[in-house]
């Protein structure tokens, strides 16, 4: 016979030790693969075991509702944007040598400010720059970077910011960047803006940063005040434009809850913000979501998902907020993302600090992320390309530390990681997991073009008349397409990577499948009729997939060994008792 109480001190004995093991391997194996930061974005293996608790405690949240199977419109864009801010360079050729950069380091939207208080300067409907002499037109300026823009074939973001003085009764002592006392002004100068760039720009993000301090000046921040202004620029840019895409100005990321504290702690949390816009009515007066992307203190593979904690991540929570308001249709672009180089010289941290080597390796993963990862969300704009002289850097601010060159053009590693990574995409840009546009980049074809399409999922079909053919490489397990209800039947040939063509049946309002067997497979469609394609969509390969299981088992050692310690603690006490 076994004796109970040895029993009892074996299996005791047995219960705190293994555990103990399976994490240290569990660990251990994360470590040298390199799972745990893929996991927590964290380098430094005390940080990393930080993160992998912080993740086991995220498995108690609610889980986020991202709609991946819902195609979202102009998500199926090239991703690779840069700030620049070329209004401030006096030498044009300065400013050519910046897009020209831009445009060999694989970048293909500039983002950049049309600031209000540089174009009507003097009074309403005053377009001369009477600030120096000669006169001239204020918009000589901007046109040279719009033909800039078109040269080296590349698309503008306009963001339009920065009231003149005169259209606040407080002139600027309400703050500079304070938004008109009358809406209609600033709807007027939209209308204007974009009647003259008809043709030649098509997005528009109206304002930056409403929801902290100073970009809505010393006024307290009022989600429900920039929807107005909001929706008064939208109406008039649609009304010079019917093409304008219109993208919300780009919400910061922050956790403070003082709307009506004094400047500069006025702020709102983004996704508060954001939910009281959607209440005021905003939906429909913007076809974008804009926010702000940095890292901040860790890499962009960060998976905790904590709204009171600011990573890359934060994009998710604000895909399920839009999901949840009915907007799963609308993509997410990042205006400004990047992580800050700042030498320890400089006291100011509050941007986290990177090594330059680390900047450029988080800027890649981190359009590697958006790509695989995301397909709701088309532009991340980088910032920022450079600053027009050094003066950031001699007032010692961490914000000159995002640059890509120095103001002289000299190159940042980070400059030169995207140099390498960006063209070899843009030569051969993948679908991959998730739902996509029928417009999607990826999408190599003469033939294929797109139509509206009233009854479709996002109002345009992807047709490929009779004869017609299109390539596409996907990362994933297989492609599918979506058919309209109402499209003809017929036959299409699809062939895989080095397969030979296959005969494939189309029927309305079903979906074809292909199979993809590879990481990355070429897959290429012959229309034997004509073809419609309401989106695309590919499934597996899901990069995620693999960690999950790591995590789970983690978790479930620490919640072993917990119960284990605390079953001891509670024998010695009853032993003392």
Same mark, same amino acid.
Request: include cysteine; hydrophobic fraction near 40%; charge should be negative.
């Given at each position: 016979?076994?004796?109970?109480?040895?029993?009892?001190?074996?299996?005791?004995?047995?219960?705190?030790?293994? /555990?103990?093991?399976?994490?240290?391997? =569990?660990?251990?194996?994360?470590?040298?693969?390199?799972?745990?930061?893929?996991?927590?974005?964290?380098?430094?293996?005390?940080?990393?075991?930080?993160?992998?608790?912080?993740?086991?405690?995220?498995?108690?949240?609610?889980? =986020?509702?991202?709609?991946?199977?819902?195609?979202?419109?102009?998500?199926?864009?090239?991703?690779?944007?840069?700030?620049?801010?070329?209004?401030?360079?006096?030498?044009?050729?300065?400013?050519?040598?910046?897009?020209?950069?831009?445009?060999?380091?694989?970048?293909?939207?500039?983002?950049?400010?049309? #600031?209000?208080?540089?174009?009507?300067?003097?009074?309403?409907?005053?377009?001369?720059?009477?600030?120096?002499?000669?006169?001239?037109?204020?918009?000589?300026?901007?046109?040279?970077?719009?033909? =800039?823009?078109?040269?080296? $074939?590349?698309?503008?973001?306009?963001?339009?910011?920065?009231?003149?003085?005169?259209?606040?009764?407080?002139?600027?002592?309400?703050?500079?960047?304070?938004?008109?006392?009358? #809406?209609?002004?600033?709807?007027?100068?939209?209308?204007?803006?974009?009647?003259?760039?008809?043709?030649?720009?098509?997005?528009?993000?109206?304002?930056?940063?409403?929801?902290?301090?100073?970009?809505?000046?010393?006024?307290?921040?009022?989600?429900? !005040?920039?929807?107005?202004?909001?929706?008064?620029?939208?109406?008039?840019?649609?009304?010079?434009?019917?093409?304008?895409?219109?993208?919300?100005?780009?919400?910061?990321?922050?956790? #403070?809850?003082?709307?009506?504290?004094? /400047?500069?702690?006025?702020?709102?949390?983004?996704?508060?913000?954001?939910?009281?816009?959607?209440?005021?009515?905003?939906? $429909?007066?913007?076809?974008? %979501?804009?926010?702000?992307?940095?890292?901040?203190?860790?890499?962009?593979?960060?998976?905790?998902?904590?709204?009171? %904690?600011?990573?890359?991540?934060?994009?998710?929570?604000?895909?399920?907020?839009?999901?949840?308001?009915?907007?799963?249709?609308?993509?997410?672009?990042?205006?400004?993302?990047?992580?800050?180089? %700042?030498?320890?010289?400089?006291?100011?941290?509050?941007?986290?600090?990177?090594?330059?080597?680390?900047?450029?390796?988080?800027? %890649?993963?981190?359009?590697?992320?958006?790509?695989?990862?995301? /397909?709701?969300?088309?532009?991340?704009?980088?910032?920022?390309?450079?600053?027009?002289?050094?003066?950031?850097?001699?007032?010692?601010?961490?914000?000159?530390?995002?640059?890509?060159?120095? /103001?002289?053009?000299?190159?940042?590693?980070?400059?030169?990681?995207?140099?390498?990574?960006?063209?070899?995409?843009? !030569?051969?840009?993948?679908?991959?997991?998730?739902?996509?546009?029928?417009?999607?980049?990826?999408?190599?074809?003469?033939?294929?073009?797109?139509?509206?399409?009233?009854?479709?999922?996002?109002?345009?079909?992807?047709?490929?008349?009779?004869?017609?053919?299109?390539?596409?490489?996907?990362?994933?397990?297989?492609?599918?397409?979506?058919?309209?209800?109402?499209?003809?039947?017929?036959?299409?040939?699809?062939?895989?990577?080095?397969?030979?063509?296959?005969?494939?049946?189309?029927?309305?309002?079903?979906?074809?499948?292909?199979?993809?067997?590879?990481?990355?497979?070429?897959?290429?469609?012959?229309?034997? $009729?004509? =073809?419609?394609?309401?989106?695309?969509?590919?499934?597996?390969?899901?990069?995620?997939?693999?960690?999950?299981?790591?995590?789970?088992?983690?978790?479930?050692?620490?919640?072993?060994?917990?119960?284990?310690?605390?079953?001891?603690?509670?024998?010695?006490?009853?032993?003392?008792?």
């Amino acid at each position: 016979m076994f004796n109970p109480r040895f029993l009892r001190k074996l299996a005791v004995a047995l219960f705190i030790p293994i /555990p103990i093991l399976t994490l240290l391997l =569990l660990v251990g194996i994360g470590w040298r693969t390199g799972y745990l930061y893929e996991l927590t974005g964290e380098e430094q293996l005390f940080a990393q075991i930080k993160g992998l608790s912080d993740l086991s405690a995220d498995l108690l949240r609610p889980r =986020l509702h991202l709609a991946n199977d819902e195609p979202a419109a102009h998500s199926g864009v090239n991703p690779f944007g840069v700030n620049v801010f070329l209004e401030q360079e006096p030498d044009p050729a300065a400013r050519e040598r910046t897009v020209q950069m831009a445009a060999a380091a694989g970048f293909k939207w500039l983002r950049q400010e049309f #600031v209000w208080e540089d174009i009507e300067i003097h009074g309403k409907g005053d377009f001369q720059d009477r600030r120096h002499e000669p006169y001239r037109s204020a918009w000589d300026k901007y046109d040279n970077i719009v033909d =800039l823009a078109d040269k080296y $074939d590349m698309q503008v973001i306009a963001r339009v910011s920065n009231p003149p003085a005169w259209t606040r009764s407080q002139g600027n002592e309400a703050g500079s960047y304070a938004p008109p006392d009358n #809406v209609q002004d600033f709807a007027d100068f939209v209308f204007t803006l974009v009647q003259r760039y008809r043709g030649r720009i098509r997005y528009y993000q109206l304002w930056n940063e409403p929801n902290i301090y100073p970009e809505w000046g010393n006024y307290a921040i009022s989600p429900e !005040d920039y929807t107005q202004l909001l929706c008064a620029g939208a109406r008039a840019a649609r009304a010079a434009d019917p093409d304008v895409v219109i993208i919300n100005g780009a919400l910061a990321s922050t956790i #403070v809850l003082q709307p009506a504290a004094p /400047p500069p702690g006025n702020a709102l949390n983004d996704l508060i913000f954001m939910q009281r816009m959607y209440d005021a009515g905003a939906r $429909d007066c913007f076809d974008i %979501v804009a926010m702000q992307g940095y890292g901040l203190w860790s890499g962009p593979t960060d998976r905790r998902m904590n709204p009171r %904690v600011l990573n890359f991540a934060r994009p998710l929570f604000m895909r399920d907020l839009m999901v949840a308001n009915g907007d799963a249709h609308k993509a997410i672009w990042i205006s400004e993302m990047n992580w800050n180089a %700042v030498p320890d010289a400089v006291p100011d941290k509050r941007f986290g600090q990177v090594s330059e080597a680390q900047q450029a390796r988080y800027l %890649v993963r981190a359009y590697e992320r958006i790509q695989q990862e995301w /397909p709701w969300l088309g532009v991340a704009n980088t910032w920022y390309f450079k600053r027009p002289d050094d003066t950031w850097r001699q007032e010692a601010k961490p914000e000159y530390y995002f640059r890509l060159t120095e /103001p002289d053009f000299t190159p940042l590693p980070v400059y030169e990681a995207m140099k390498e990574y960006a063209p070899a995409v843009n !030569d051969r840009p993948l679908m991959g997991v998730g739902a996509h546009p029928p417009d999607h980049w990826a999408i190599r074809s003469q033939d294929y073009v797109l139509r509206d399409h009233a009854t479709a999922t996002l109002g345009t079909i992807g047709l490929l008349p009779a004869g017609g053919s299109l390539q596409v490489a996907v990362q994933g397990a297989s492609l599918r397409l979506w058919i309209p209800e109402d499209a003809p039947p017929g036959t299409i040939e699809v062939a895989v990577d080095d397969a030979g063509p296959q005969s494939r049946q189309v029927e309305p309002g079903r979906v074809i499948r292909i199979k993809t067997p590879g990481d990355v497979s070429l897959v290429r469609i012959t229309a034997v $009729d004509e =073809l419609w394609v309401d989106h695309w969509q590919v499934k597996g390969q899901d990069r995620t997939g693999l960690f999950w299981p790591l995590l789970c088992l983690a978790s479930a050692v620490f919640l072993a060994l917990s119960v284990g310690l605390l079953y001891v603690f509670s024998r010695r006490r009853q032993s003392t008792v």
